[in-house]
């Protein structure tokens, strides 16, 4: 599943506080499937957070997002979570993010213009953050054209089969 | 121009052959790569989704990749047996050498007992703890299981060259470890994300006092202060531990004088008190003194943080003619067979045994957790890499990190105390 990093998201904010980690987003060695999962995401900071949690929504956090364990959030894709967008993320989970292509964004000073259950409007193409309501706004880190590619491919796996299709190409093609 | 461990090892594997500098992207050639339970059911699962049908079609070089079953040895379940049994299946067909399979334990102590890193390389694992090997002076760090995936088919990975951190650490080793004390301090003080994606290089004094099990405490817990590299110089104590393991040559890393560091901090350990992070932060540190009286009903040492010979002997010895305090589970994990090999010849395990120490497998478990989960209500102190809220079961039980001296002081008082109003002359 690829990610087109040229649309504009826009959707209701959950917020979240400084270093959420990993055993709360996927907290997988306590609920093993997906579907178990979906039901138990994030619940040690919002308890209601898998219940109410809708498609489209937005996750606003502060910094440090992730941190812990090198865990894909990719049960935040499942419930729906069409975007987050934090002060800071933790490597691993951001390497987790841009190697699945789940759209992450990195913008200091986020936390400071928008309320949760506020309406964000992530522009990856302009670059900013904006709350539509107050018209504040921030900008977004961009990131080089080789992780844009990986966000085009659908993540890195993706990326590596099609590499790996074009140098099979080139290698049975005749040599001139 | 002159330049840090990290961008000269990024330098040398830099496949565009260009001089790295911190913020550069670059496309790096890894040396070696540390697959655990990822490698059979999840890695064959994503190649699928690729659009490989009939799984991952090669590796780049089976005798660089490491395989080693530790988060599910022995198998706690059919499910997980069932797993091992598809990554045996998967070693197989792709024709990977190295392979440790009926062997429980953690695959960093493994990776480093049995000498398959070394000073100077670019090593890789899919696990965030994978950083620990910086001890030994390798650039390591965990990558996800997607990069783990492309790593697999091209012993390539693009990685950020990370700026840098001097972390100078000053002062006289005791006579017990104090490693975990130092990267909790270093948390508590500056926080849990000081070193977000940088390369930490420790330095200073202590440095050359401190043994290789204090080392590797530090490197893996880079993590837990957001690194993405943690570095010890090699010096004679690496070249010690690294001859008696392999003669692969290698090419130790040194910082350039004059290299440029984004941060220097200094921490001087001789007036250093004991720490224990509360709940449920690494960061949330405090003295010792203030979290004392807290009744405990768990006590743990091991994981890739604390399980190695030095953690487990100073319970040993601070137990020897002592009891664990009625109700008190204390549970000690080595972090290796031969981490539990070396302590059974040093008589230590009879000694934890005596005193009503419940020692468990070598692996993973008792951080991931498998081994000892804790009910609501309940207080754990451990020596092992984390304490976030339900990392060991309920969500209302509470973990506080600490020393393994720390530790073993509080299964005896059956309470959070300072070690030195239990263990008289320290």
Redesign the interface.
């Known amino acids: 599943m690829g990610f087109d990093l040229s649309q504009v998201i826009r959707g209701r904010v959950w917020k979240f506080g400084d ?1 959420i ?1 990993t ?2 987003i996927n ?1 997988y ?2 609920y ?1 499937t997906m579907e178990e999962l979906k039901q138990h995401t994030m ?2 900071y919002r308890p209601e957070f898998p219940q109410q949690v809708k498609p489209g929504d937005i996750m606003v956090a502060g ?2 997002f992730g ?4 865990r ?1 959030g990719l049960v935040l894709r499942e419930v729906g979570v069409a975007a987050i967008v934090a002060e ?1 993320v ?3 989970f ?3 993010s841009i ?2 292509a789940i759209p992450i964004f990195v913008a200091p000073g986020v936390t400071a213009i928008v309320q949760d259950g506020e309406t964000l409007e992530v522009d990856y193409p302009k670059g900013v953050v904006r709350n539509p309501a107050s018209g504040k706004a921030v900008a977004l880190r961009k990131f ?1 054209p ?2 844009e590619k990986i966000f085009e491919c659908g ?7 099609e ?2 299709l074009k140098e099979a190409a080139s290698a049975s093609r005749p040599k001139a | 121009m002159a330049q840090t461990m990290a961008e000269k090892l990024l330098t040398r594997r830099n496949l565009s052959g260009k001089a790295a500098r911190a913020g550069d992207f670059v496309e790096a050639k890894i040396d070696g790569a540390m697959c655990h339970y990822h490698a059979g059911e999840p890695m064959h699962d994503m190649a699928i989704e690729a659009g490989f049908k009939d799984g991952l079609p090669r590796v780049w070089d089976p005798e660089r990749i490491y395989v080693l079953l530790d988060h599910h040895q022995p198998a706690l379940s059919q499910k997980l047996a069932d797993e091992n049994a598809v990554i045996r299946r998967e070693v197989e067909r792709l024709g990977i050498q190295c392979f440790h399979d009926a062997e429980p334990g953690i695959a960093h102590q493994m990776m480093l007992d049995y000498g398959l890193v070394r000073p100077g390389e670019l090593v890789v694992g899919n696990d965030s703890h994978t950083i620990g090997y910086g001890a030994v002076n390798a650039g390591s760090t965990g990558i996800t299981r997607a990069d783990m995936f492309y790593v697999l088919l091209y012993g390539e990975l693009w990685f950020q060259v990370p700026e840098s951190i001097k972390v100078v650490l000053e002062g006289r080793q005791p006579n017990y470890p104090i490693a975990k004390d130092i990267i909790l301090t270093l948390a508590g003080q500056h926080g849990d994300d000081i070193a977000q994606s940088m390369s930490v290089e420790y330095s200073g004094s202590l440095v050359s006092q401190l043994s290789i099990d204090s080392r590797m405490c530090l490197s893996t817990h880079g993590v837990e202060i957001g690194a993405k590299f943690a570095m010890f110089e090699s010096d004679e104590t690496t070249r010690q531990f690294v001859k008696s393991r392999t003669d692969k040559p290698y090419e130790p890393l040194t910082p350039d004088p004059g290299a440029q560091y984004a941060k220097e901090i200094t921490l001087n350990v001789d007036d250093m008190p004991f720490v224990v992070a509360k709940p449920h932060q690494f960061g949330n540190v405090v003295p010792v003194d203030e979290a004392r009286g807290t009744r405990i009903n768990q006590a743990q040492i091991g994981s890739c943080a604390n399980g190695r010979f030095e953690d487990i002997e100073i319970a040993a010895r601070m137990l020897e003619g002592r009891k664990v305090a009625k109700g008190v589970r204390f549970i000690i994990s080595p972090a290796s067979q031969q981490v539990y090999l070396q302590c059974l010849k040093a008589g230590l395990i009879e000694k934890l045994v005596e005193a009503g120490v419940q020692v468990v497998t070598p692996g993973c478990g008792v951080c991931q957790p498998r081994v000892g989960f804790l009910s609501d209500g309940e207080v754990c102190i451990t020596a092992t890499t984390r304490n976030f809220k339900g990392r060991k079961g309920s969500l209302n039980a509470e973990i506080y990190l600490a020393g393994p001296l720390t530790v073993t002081a509080a299964a005896v008082a059956g309470e959070i105390v300072n070690p030195k109003e239990v263990f008289r002359g320290l």
């Not at chain 1, 941190?67 to 090198?70: A, W």
């Open positions: 270093s980690e055993d709360a907290p060695y306590r093993p619940e040690a910094r440090n941190c812990g364990s090198s894909p800071s933790a490597r691993l951001l390497r987790n190697s699945r080089p080789m992780i993540g890195l796996p993706e990326f590596a089969r590499r790996y």
